[in-house]
């Protein structure tokens, strides 16, 4: 089979558009050459690699979360009136509180909402309103390996941006789309910090089994 006919069956099924960003990031289209069609392979490929990293930074992250809530809210926090006020309800955008009622409905126990909580929901608790309900109290114990010569806010602001970071990588791979320009390195990078301010035996382990740093390394 000739590169070109690989080359224009895949281009149907997967669209002209959606190869031409691989084709421009190549060199345009070519006759031939499969090298469009290798970067989109190797794209899904690292954007597959890093769906375990991020599975674990962001349960490690929900769960300290979690158990900042708890601390000040108790065991049945997610249909407390008092958190749920804490909440902001902007009226664009997402919003922390709404997320919070649709992620508890028909649900009985916290188990089974807070996988129903967004990624977005867990960053928002990073901001400065819940500084002395969470943080000033419960970060550096939550997060210990974090530099203890920094404020709390500056601590809990530097979580709240590498979430963002990733947050974007997230995202982008969830809608499988290019993440062939971005700085791969430095997000895992970030995912694995954000896993060692919580546990550094945790991010050790994540560092030895995950596969996504070689993948990196042989981007076409």
């Known amino acids: ?30 006759p031939d050459s499969l090298e469009a069609l290798d970067l989109y392979a190797w ?36 249909w407390s009136s008092g958190f749920e006020r804490s909440l902001p309800n902007p009226t664009r955008g997402f919003s922390p509180k709404k997320d919070l009622i649709n992620a508890r409905l028909n649900q009985r ?29 419960y970060l550096a ?8 010569s920094k404020s709390i806010q500056e601590r809990r602001k530097l979580i709240y941006d590498e979430l963002e970071q ?6 982008r791979i969830a809608h499988h789309e290019p993440i062939f320009t971005r700085n791969l390195t430095d997000d895992y990078q970030k995912i694995l910090s954000l896993v060692g ?3 550094a035996v945790t991010a050790k382990w994540l560092d030895d089994y995950q596969r996504a740093t070689e993948i990196i390394s042989k981007k076409p």
């Open 1 to 30: 089979m000739s590169n070109q006919t690989i080359i224009d069956a895949v281009t149907v099924i997967i669209s002209s558009p959606r190869i031409s960003t691989y084709e421009n990031a190549t060199g345009g289209k070519k």
């Open 43 to 78: 794209n899904a490929d690292v954007s597959g690699a890093l769906l375990i990293p991020l599975h674990i930074c962001e349960v490690a992250i929900r769960n300290a979360v979690a158990e900042a809530i708890e601390q000040v809210y108790g065991n049945r926090w997610a």
């Open 109 to 137: 126990t916290i188990g089974k909402v807070i996988p129903e909580l967004k990624f977005a929901f867990w960053q928002s608790i990073f901001t400065s309103r819940h500084d002395q309900r969470f943080w000033t109290p």
């Open 141 to 148: 114990s939550l997060f210990p390996n974090m530099d203890a």
């Open 166 to 171: 990733i947050r974007r990588l997230r995202n």
């Open 197 to 199: 301010y919580r546990c």
